[in-house]
């Protein structure tokens, strides 16, 4: 496994996708934040996962920004052989949150996105297996996590 | 006439004589018990009835005791001073209160008397056992062998029956698990006992364990004294052969719809199979009642014989289960075809060469 | 539940709730005769909505909720939020609090290790006797719990700054008894049950994870070191006093249900030598640091990693200035090891009655996946 740390990893990457990068940056010797535009989310993935080692998921979540308007869905990703983590952002609009499934590259992200489709309402295309996964089998609707939820069924 | 013979010549005599009147029934009913004392002591203490109950009572308090404390705990503790020997009456009493719970899509004529058959049948089996030269139940002379084990191979279809229907998945997989298990485990104990029969010249139970006087079969057939204490597990399912039940995969086999009265018997059919091998294994490899006479009455010392050998190996037979895990399905089936059944043909060879050499 | 269609000639079973050994949670299995086409996990059995919960709490009060993240292991939880709060206040811990905190940590993980090696025995169908004898070996540690901090289960010791009390006199003496009895009895377990032909024979073999699928599917904890690879978030990441003791990361090349059972028998190893060095030479000095039980954090967003006993726990804070955090993602151990069993039918044969053997050997404690 090779070692890369975590600074040359943002260089390089910056290099390399250009375009694909919104902000990229190592505020810690084993953390990698990195948030890609929409349109190159799926090929920047293949591209950390092939070409950088990138190759642990560790765990997938979203967080809401009512106040802007959007919705930030993060991936952790762990690098086997030099051990950081990186963060890989990605901007939703939050009227209508839509992603394609990041687990065409990553199989183990099929769990943390099932989750986040029920705790944000976010919609991935091309999830194998998009079925209620932590909440109640009778709930009665709403999504938990967001910022102006206040209560089961009730909108 | 038979001496066992339960309704005695007398008995028919008077009912069919001038002199029956109201008055002779006293004297016909002592009449009566003192002819057929022995064989009512035989049905009512031993080995029937008293010793089934009172074994099965007996072991499910010893083993609750013991593994409790293999397991540093004390097991039961407040019922009947401090060592619980009243606690499995209790068990037994509360089980008959219960309601007994049956599922509306069940099969319910072969649910509920299936486990009444399995602790029945099983000791149909048991009173085949000689515990003495004159102290057979169920004398069936030269077919004593062949019975016992024509008995005990209906005793896994009670399971299977009452696995399917359970209408329970789990009781389900349970039913062909015991299937599975019977069929690689009963052949080679069948040819153990044939190589048995053919060293003692006879397939009557007595006369086996009257051709062990000098030397326990154990001895000359010790392949054959290993591959059938195996069989003592597999046929009563114990650990580590219960794989029917194993509580962990399968809630609890094919007994898992079993509540009330029914679990109860259940559980005693357990025993009561127990029981019957553990003795017929005595009596093919350890000698049966053979031993040396006490205080000059010949039958009470064999029984006491007998007894005191069955139990140490009761003893034993429940250390083995606090210590070993369960075997696997796929396990069980590969032990028994390829390693029990070959051992067990050599062993038949072995007793056939030392028959016709005239060593034994 | 909107469940994936049966194939034809299999047969579905629930392992579910109401059973003795599925723990709080469904698995389906798809089956055909002994042998299981598919695992499906069903989880959420025990969703509470923490981290909604965590975001109208104040982050002393916080520490609450996620202590009973797993009761087993209740240290190792807290003081992953915990960590994350400090860097992100940016408080600095007295050197005492530190070691105390490790002391504890390393008690819980040889309390979460004796339950699973329990667990693992029961599963295999040997009649509870390795598990009682655990449990009552783990009264030794909850016995010292209790004598610390007053509870023997979630016992909220951490908080930001600090610890809540300082050990009581002869507590140090206490520990390094209760680790020569725990040595002793150490070794039992390893005649009882490694060495058992019985055991080894449901164990070997069963359930082979090899590294690269280890690395793939996101396995995490002794079901990642069970299979070779060397990943301890306590190296990688030191926090609290990990950095000054002297310990090792224990991996193991068999990638079966054997090798993480050994892995977690020889972690109790380790955190008893931990323990054992904790006791004899723990620095003198203040415990709590300056704190405030209704502070405000400036805004930000910081991630912590701690080694549970499970595998490696993540949280993830993000603070906006007022006393409450903002958003808090957990990252669970137990979520990314069931992803691993569910792929294992795949990739291993696979029977009924290794089912249980093997989500012991995965180790998995839903209050913290669900939570």
């Known amino acids: 496994m090779s070692k890369i740390s975590a600074a040359d990893f943002v260089k390089a990457f910056q290099k390399a996708h250009p375009e694909a990068v919104k902000s990229i940056e190592s505020t810690d010797p084993r953390r990698a934040d990195l948030v890609v535009n929409n349109e190159s989310f799926i090929d920047a993935a293949k591209s950390l996962r092939d070409n950088f080692g990138l190759l642990m998921p560790v765990s997938g979540g979203a967080i809401d920004y009512p106040d802007d308007n959007r919705i930030q869905m993060i991936y952790y990703l762990m690098h086997p052989g030099s051990r950081f983590m990186l963060t890989y952002r990605v901007d939703l609009n939050r009227d209508e949150p839509k992603l394609p499934s990041l687990t065409q590259v990553w199989d183990a992200m099929s769990f943390h996105e099932r989750e986040a489709h029920e705790m944000f309402g976010i919609e991935f295309d091309g999830h194998p297996n998009m079925i209620p996964f932590l909440l109640p089998p009778d709930w009665k609707g709403g999504h938990p996590l967001l910022k102006d939820f206040k209560g089961e069924g009730q909108q | 006439m038979n001496s066992n013979s339960l309704i005695s010549g007398t008995l028919a005599n008077l009912v069919q004589a001038d002199q029956f009147s109201l008055m002779n029934i006293p004297s016909m009913v002592i009449e009566f018990l003192a002819l057929n004392s022995k064989p009512l002591l035989q049905v009512l203490l031993l080995p029937g009835l008293g010793f089934i109950l009172g074994f099965a009572i007996f072991a499910v308090w010893f083993e609750r005791k013991f593994l ?157 004294f290993i591959l ?67 205080m000059g009455m010949p039958t009470a010392s064999h029984i006491f014989w007998l007894l005191a050998k069955f139990f140490v190996l009761v003893v034993f037979i429940i250390l083995l289960r606090c210590v070993f895990p369960r075997l696997r399905m796929d396990q069980m089936i590969k032990l028994g075809w390829k390693y029990m059944t070959p051992l067990a043909l050599l062993n038949l060879f072995f007793v056939i060469v030392m028959k016709i050499l005239g060593v034994v | 539940m909107r469940e994936p269609m049966i194939e034809p000639d299999v ?91 490790t002391l504890v940590c390393e008690m819980s993980r040889i309390n979460s290790h004796l339950y699973a090696f329990g667990l693992q025995a029961e599963s295999t169908g040997y009649f509870p006797a390795v598990f009682l004898w655990t449990t009552v070996d783990r009264e030794v540690l909850l016995d010292l719990f209790e004598e610390l901090t ?146 405000r954090v400036p805004e930000g967003e910081y991630i912590s990693r701690v080694e549970a006993g499970r595998g490696e726990l993540g949280f993830h804070l993000f603070t906006n200035g007022t006393g409450n955090p903002y958003r808090v993602k957990i990252n669970s151990p137990t979520l990314r090891n069931m992803y691993v069993f569910e792929r294992l039918a795949e990739l291993n044969e696979v029977f009924v009655a290794d089912i249980p053997v093997i989500i012991n050997s995965i180790d998995p404690w839903y209050l913290d996946s669900d939570r």
């Open chain 3, 11 to 101: 047969m579905r079973i629930s392992w579910g709730p109401q059973h003795p050994m599925s723990g709080q949670t469904r698995v389906l299995l798809d089956v055909d005769g002994e042998k299981v086409h598919r695992i499906i996990a069903d989880l959420g059995f025990t969703h509470r909505g923490i981290e909604k919960i965590l975001e109208n709490r104040s982050f002393f009060s916080g520490i609450i909720p996620v202590d009973r993240m797993a009761m087993v292991d209740t240290a190792n939880m807290s003081i992953g939020y915990v960590t994350a709060i400090e860097k992100a206040a940016g408080l600095e811990v007295p050197e005492r609090a530190k070691w105390i905190r």
């Open chain 2, 68 to 224: 409790a404390r293999a397991m540093l705990r004390v097991g039961p503790y407040y019922c009947g001073g401090r060592a619980g020997v009243l606690q499995v009456f209790a068990d037994f009493l509360k089980l008959f209160m219960k309601e007994i719970i049956i599922p509306t899509a069940i099969d319910w004529p072969f649910f509920v008397a299936m486990p009444v058959f399995l602790s029945t049948i099983p000791s149909l089996a048991l009173l085949l056992i000689p515990f003495a030269s004159n102290w057979v139940l169920w004398d069936v002379g030269s077919l004593s062998l062949p019975m016992f084990f024509a008995i005990m191979g209906i005793a896994p279809l009670i399971p299977i029956f009452s696995g399917w229907a359970s209408n329970n998945k789990y009781s389900f997989i349970g039913a062909w698990r015991v299937a599975y298990m019977y069929i690689s485990g009963e052949i080679p104990l069948v040819i153990c006992a044939a190589g048995v029969a053919i060293m003692a010249g006879s397939m009557d139970l007595v006369k086996i364990v009257e051709a062990q006087q000098n030397m326990w079969f154990a001895v000359p057939q010790f392949i054959g």
């Open chain 3, 150 to 295: 007053g509870a023997r289960w979630s016992f909220n010791h951490f908080f930001p700054g600090g610890v809540h009390h300082d050990l009581p006199d002869g507590f140090a003496d206490k520990v390094l008894k209760a680790v020569k009895y725990l040595r002793g009895r150490f070794k039992d377990y390893w005649d009882a049950m490694v060495e058992n032909p019985l055991f080894e024979n449901r164990c070997d073999g069963v359930a082979i994870l090899k590294p690269k699928d280890a690395l793939k599917l996101g396995a995490t904890g002794p079901v990642l070191r069970g299979s070779g690879i060397d990943i301890d978030m306590r190296r990688e990441e030191p926090y609290d006093a990990y950095g000054d003791l002297e310990w090792e990361v224990i991996t193991e090349d068999a990638c079966d249900v054997m090798a993480r059972t050994k892995v977690r028998y020889h972690e109790i190893g380790q955190a008893l030598n931990i323990m054992e060095q904790i006791a004899q030479s723990i620095p003198d000095g203040p415990v709590k640091g300056r704190v405030n039980a209704f502070m």
């Open chain 2, 228 to 294: 059938f204490f195996l069989g003592i597990f597999i046929e009563s399912e114990r650990t580590p052969f219960d794989i029917p039940v194993a509580e962990v995969e399968l809630v609890f086999g094919w007994r898992t719809e079993y509540s009330g009265i029914l679990f109860g018997f259940t559980m005693m059919a357990e025993y009561v199979l127990f029981q019957a091998w553990t003795l017929m294994f005595i009596t093919l490899y350890l000698g049966g009642f053979n031993g040396p006479v006490l």
